[in-house]
């Protein structure tokens, strides 16, 4: 029981953070930026139902979130057009039964194999959907994409879904429901048989299921909520085009998914938000931020292949009983090289693009921290070099105290 | 990293709400600045800090200081339409972009809007470079204007060009297959027919967009048709690989294209050994330019170490700064009614006007081709030693294309 | 009509055997590492940047020899330092890692060398026409290429039918789980392993730099083919990486040279069964039939064409 | 008594080697009954026939007088038969009574449904839990099944075959690998979990099987040389020399 009451304290506290965060972060870039992660956090979620929950890994999630996407921008226009009467906030169903209908229609060939035909099917498929959006230009509009205008549908008591704010609670809503629907999905006989297809499909066909049918089954859901994604994302933007279909919104909700944590429910979320956030700010603050964007991939895939989720529920045992505190002095002591780490990584990256890619415009001065210095000269290099070995080399002299503290915590953590 | 510090007002911003004392006047650069994109993208940017430079020098604008805030679009509409959200929060009630014509319609749109639902706050849009002709036709808005000669204006020049050559008998067309490509295919088609009807069009290809590595069986296929003239709106890599695998065939014909000036193209026409064989339309030519706008080529290569691209781009800022001050105000409403119809002098010589139906912008239209320096001529591109000789002169007049606008203002 | 035919198939034999000098690399490593490495195309793309720097000091033929040997140790060192680390994670982390590193690969490629192409051109050895057929001549680097490819297929040939290292190649290609029991050093002839596929990209790289324009963009537009090229095949069979290659190659460059589209072969009434897709040339989709093929093969034979493991 | 099994002229090949070469066999209901030979006889093999879980080059085989030839696993488990294997098959990730219930969910009828939660499907976590007392590994209910000791997954493998209530069961080399302690336990358990049920096992240690089997079949190269009750089998000529000859030294 008691599971039941956390699990419904943790969707009210979600509830009231969605309804609150407009109030801490009212400016209008904040607006559209969570608007934009509540979107993103159905899509990851939706992801995961396939990588994490059934074990499948997908090179093509984005055709069924540019294909809800799609279908609801149309939905919208002819439902201003002919002036029916349905409001905005329905808009989103078109998208789940345009994704559902286009993962029942993609997954019946592409979820027959597990495994690596699997990846490379919806490899193909997504290559060929978003080749297939070039040609045919009726449905998908070309490069322009479609165009809409959610002011132009039949208000919703009063609400015309003009200002962002609204958009925002729109959003907001469908991301709590998909949520809720989501992590219920996981609770039931079905969900749990897709964990089991995902650990050991051979034993689960021995306990009578099909693996076939559960791999094709959670296809189809988890294409229907990614459809409601991309229905929000058109009703956000006003506007769908074709390289919400492509193979970069597919590497981009995987890369998502796989740094918020594949095996947790809530990892995703997590990742949606933080990818969400560096990839609208990150452009402003450093040109390389590609290379931050690849850099942070690897670095989570190699020392924390569990992803934030992963690395947060190590704690999870130690905050219940109150023995998180006998990590501090361990992670006092660790913080000091890591920061050092990070910092010199910075700046040799900061200054290697500043001098090959900006120095011949704009000459070897540079700003950096705050610091005004010559690029050219050897002097930043050595202290950034010196920030950077110093900081891997101190690491790894303190990394045993961590590891001896992760591993008495979590003993006594057992003991209690 | 200057604009770390940028960064960390975004992040205040975040939480403290829309600025709102507006001691400069901001425009928001809202153009690819990573990725494939970002070498167009960077050049843009300084041509606008130069030329904000120069209007800040003579005063600013109503005595405020012109801020360009750049912002990185990623060659993507919707996130395009994120970064133009945060030019608005910064303050910015203008706007300016040029790559791509799916991000030209993106902004237009979401300005357009914006500008609907927010009265009193509106965004004018100032579009530099993207040639879509529905820009100026079925989607044009009162909020968006542009400088460079849209698709239609430019084949109309090359046509012309091609009536004063009757040695070009057989043409062949190959273009991207989207949007662009294909206006331009069937404009070529149509202009063709009507201007010089004995000209024989040999072959019309279409081939997806960044996707070809080797463009040899497309040559292969133009060499049998035996073409004499190839016209192409092809950009980026795809005319560059075009030119390689042409020269590698050995074909001999004049290629008449868009973008071979674009970033990259001088560098490949001068490995391809293809002397005054390749043209381009644009509204300038450094070579033959008025002097007044050779010193400015000449500064601004000096400082930034690339050409002047974009010659309309001066023209833009120039327009822009005499509308406030004729409208004596900021506000983009007033500066939008003083811009239209406006007449001013154009950056290479002779006068240009921003037509009021449309927003679009008409001036005299230059072909060039590419090879080597003629002397006396002072500028070669990308350090070739190559440079554009011009070849003809088309008249604004010549170039007036109709269109369809039925513009809503305000 | 002649010449298209003559050009189009020397085009693509061309384009083909370009492609199995990266995909016997890649199916090597699948094969006996389980990895799918997304970062193959990346290799190709230094080697050619390696070819590049090393050519315009040097010369054209020290950079052929020694630019695929530095992108085999570049290889060798992230397997090593990367890769191996990864790989108690499983696979799925393994494939990450490498879909992490293109990406990094690229942004450095980009900020050292730029986005523009590079200058980087054929020797004056070889810089001169090597036949003509009617009118269109065919440039002699194009047959260079094509006599590196080859002499790179037959050197394959023989290492893996005549050397003792080629059998226990050969056996973990069927039989993935069988080198570590032969007693072998698994790391190290991983390392091995990913170090010389790594190098035949390279030399792919190398020789295809000059005559496809060097920029920062190859690596992304062929990585995909490649898989499409293994998958097809069949994974694990270099044989049918051989084969997949050389029809990607010829499909796509004889469906460029064909006008054809549904309209031209059923008349009007192709527009109104198909709509937009009636009028559309097959030279317009040619870059499309790969994945048209991979998905039907993987459809209707799992295992590709020549191969007899799905994964 | 009726047929809970029935095997017809069975074959299997690999490629040209023949590996079972018409195996004839009937296992009467209710019965336990072991599978024994040598390495390589073919023992295993036969039960992924049974099973389905690789298809017969030729041959009938029939479940309680249905034919199941050709059928896929799942379609067999669904007609009552469940089996376990030679090398641990669960669920690694899942705790041992998520492990337990996906063993029972399907024969409650449950299925794929996705509008129910399983944590209140009071049959379904009741059997588990029974199931869980039957093994016993109650107290290891939380626990992921991949950090079990090999003992204990042994019997979670043995819970997972017999949870869904599948009247035939077949366990591949239950006690493989134990230590004299745990195989005792094993016996005890499968003793107790074949009540009622047609037990059909492969086993090596012949102390085992002499002590569970009502009946025993003896294969050889892929044929059944002997099949009868352990005294039978014992006094058996032709089975001392192929087989228990060797075995008794």
Known sequence: MSETIRTTIAFALFAIALALAPVVFPSGLALTMMSLMGVMIIFALSYNMLLGQTGLLSFGHAVYYGLGGFCAAHAMNYVARNKLGVPLPAIPIVGAVAGLFFGALLGAVSTRRAGTVFSMISLGIGELVAAFAGIQRSFFGGEDGIATNRVKLAPFFGYKFGPQIQVYYLIAFWCFVCVALMYMLTRTPFGRMCNAVRDNPERAEFVGYSTQRVRFQAFMLSAMFAGVAGALAAINFELMNSQAIGAGTSGQVLLMTFVGGIGHFFGPILGAMLITFLQISLSDITKAWMLYFGLLFILVVMFAPGGIAGFLSIHQPLLRNGRIFKLAPSYLMASVPLVALVLGMIALIEMAHHMLVEAASDGAKMRLFGLAFDGASPLPWLVAAALFFGGAFGLKLVWPRIDEAWAVAQAEGKKA | MRKFTLGVCMAALLTAGAANAQETVKMGYIDPLSGGGASVGEVGLKHYQWLADQINAQGGLMGKKLEIIPLDNKTNPQEAVVQAQKAIDAGARYITQGNGSSVAAALSDFVTKFNDRNPGKEVLYFNYAAVDDSLTNEKCSFWHFRWDANSSIKMTAITNYLKSQPNVKKVYLINQDYSFGQGVRKLAAEMLKAKRPDVQIVGDELHPLLKITDFAPYIAKIKASGADTVITGNWGQDIALLLKAAADAGLQANWFTYYAGGAGGPTAIKQTGLQHKVYDIVEGNPNTAIEAAQKQEEEFRAKFGVTLWYPRAVNEMRMFAKAVKEANSLDPKAVALKLEGMTADVFDGGQGTMRKDDHQFFQDMYIRSFGPLDPGAKFDEEKTGWGWKQQGKIAAADTNVPTTCKMERP | MLQLITFSTLNGVLYGMLLFMMASGLTLIFSMMGVLNFAHASFYMIGAYFGFEISRRIGFWPGFIVAPLLVGVVGALIERYGLRRVHKFGHVAELLFTFGLAFVIEELVNMIWGKLPVDYRVPPSLDFVAFRLFDTTYPAYRMFMLATAIAMFAFLILVLKRTRVGLIIQASLTHPNMVAMLGHDVPTVFMAVFGVGAALAGLAGVIAGPALVTQPAMAALLGPILFVVIVVGGLGSLGGAFVASLLIGLVQTFAVAINGSLKDVMGPVATTIFGELGGVTLAQIAPLLPYLMLVLVLIFKPTGLFGNRES | ?249
């Open chain 4, 1 to 249: 008594m009726s047929a809970a099994l029935t095997l017809r002229d069975v074959r299997k090949n690999f490629g040209p080697t023949a590996i079972i070469r018409g195996l004839e066999l009937e296992i009467t209901q209710g019965e336990r009954h072991a599978i024994i030979g040598p390495n390589g006889a073919g023992k295993s093999t036969m039960f992924h026939l049974i099973s389905g879980r690789i298809g017969v080059t030729s041959g009938s085989i029939e479940l309680k007088g249905q034919e199941i030839t050709g059928l896929a696993p799942y379609e067999i488990n669904r007609r009552g038969l469940s089996r376990s294997f030679q090398v641990t098959n669960i669920f690694p990730k899942l705790s041992v009574f998520e492990n337990i219930r996906c063993g029972v969910l399907w024969s409650l009828g449950y299925k794929y449904s996705f509008w129910r939660f399983v944590d209140r499907l009071r049959d379904a976590n009741e059997r588990a839990e029974q199931v869980l007392d039957l093994i016993g590994l109650g107290a290891r209910r939380e626990t992921p099944a991949g950090i079990l000791t090999y003992a204990e997954q042994r019997a979670l493998e043995i819970g997972i075959t017999i949870a869904g209530g599948a009247d035939v069961i077949m366990l591949d080399e239950p006690t493989a690998g134990m230590s004299n302690t745990e195989t005792e336990q094993a016996v005890a358990l499968i003793r107790k979990v074949s009540e009622g049920r047609t037990l059909v096992m492969v086993e090596h240690d012949m102390s085992v099987v002499f002590g569970l089997a009502d009946r025993i079949s003896v294969l050889v190269y892929g044929q059944i040389i002997a099949t009868g009750t352990p005294m039978e089998i014992r006094a058996n000529k032709a089975v001392r020399e192929a087989y228990l000859g060797e075995e008794a030294h």
